[in-house]
């Protein structure tokens, strides 16, 4: 069976532009969850989607958005991205438990 | 709000010793508990997780942990460390109701020779 899939693995942007970040879920799962891993800052929850609806969202400016797919999977995007945005972005899933499975991430590096 | 803290940001234990990782946590009810490793650059594996029942739980790759109520701990140990082990290591929580993980820092396990 197949884990949580991202990508892709590494993305390298320029300050200002836009980045998308996909993820698809474990078969059957149907909420997805978004982390930003950033050094020193530890892992911080984004989005939380289920049911192609955003369920809750944490402490980050309006230019992290994202959607969820109706076969479950998820994009997000960062919009005017700073500097401070490079991390690596962690997507997990799960299916009405808080048990969550995480995928191998996305490094972006904004330069 | 809950909370977690891992008190220790590196630990290094010598190949073949016991280790013992602590993680406390802040909320009112007992939450949904997990340990989680992470190899550099990597995602997260779950080692194992406490919903309710026996406070020791069993994991994978030889870990365990034990949940004690009045500490608000959940301490994750391994009888005897290999090379391999060397990773980050994050506790986390999820508040009875909720969905999203609330993680501690990390501790950094070395492992030396």
């Known amino acids: 069976e197949a884990g949580v899939t991202q990508s892709p693995t590494h993305l390298i942007k320029t300050r200002g532009q836009q980045a998308t970040l996909r993820c698809s879920p474990i078969s059957g799962h149907t909420s997805v969850y978004w982390y930003q891993q950033a050094l020193g800052l530890g892992l911080q929850f984004l989005l939380w989607y289920d049911e192609g609806e955003e369920r809750n969202r944490g402490n980050f400016p309006p230019r992290f958005s994202g959607r969820q797919f109706p076969n479950y999977s998820s994009e997000l995007n960062v919009n005017a991205l700073e500097l401070e945005d490079s991390a690596l972005y962690l997507c997990?899933?799960?299916?009405?438990?808080?048990?969550?499975?995480f995928g191998q991430g996305t490094r972006l590096t904004v330069v | 709000a809950q909370s977690v803290t891992q008190p220790d940001i590196h630990i290094t234990v010598s190949e073949g010793a016991s280790l013992e990782l602590r993680c406390n946590y802040s909320?009112?009810?007992?939450?949904?508990l997990f340990w989680y490793v992470q190899s550099p650059g990597q995602g997260l594996q779950l080692l194992l997780k406490y919903f309710s029942g026996d406070t020791l739980v069993q994991g994978i790759k030889g870990f365990e942990a034990e949940f004690k109520r009045s500490q608000s701990s959940f301490n994750l140990r391994k009888p005897s460390v290999h090379w391999s082990d060397a990773a980050e290591y994050f506790c986390?929580?999820?508040?009875?109701?909720?969905?999203?993980?609330?993680f501690g820092k990390g501790t950094m396990l070395l492992v030396s020779p």
């Open positions: 909320y009112g009810a007992t939450p949904y």
């Open positions: 986390a929580v999820v508040a009875a109701g909720y969905s999203t993980l609330t």
């Open positions: 997990a899933s799960s299916l009405n438990s808080p048990e969550a499975f």
